[in-house]
């Protein structure tokens, strides 16, 4: 399920204050300011720092 843009455009990665950008299939967040992914659950995103994995890079 994607993000409304108006609720993208609010986000921010509560670690670093990046951007946030919606991944391709909709089910986490990437910060590619400090390399975090953040999931999204049930439409949800859950924007804690200790829920949020390393990208792979």
């Given amino acids: 399920m994607a993000l409304p ?9 509560p670690k670093c204050r990046g951007a ?3 991944a391709v ?3 986490a967040l990437h910060c590619t300011s400090c390399s975090l992914s953040y999931p999204v659950r049930d439409g ?3 924007l804690l720092v200790e829920q949020a994995e390393p990208l792979a890079r």
């Fill in 5 to 13: 843009a108006r609720i993208r455009e609010l986000l921010a990665c």
């Fill in 20 to 22: 946030l950008e919606e």
């Fill in 25 to 27: 299939d909709g089910g």
């Fill in 44 to 46: 949800i995103p859950v």
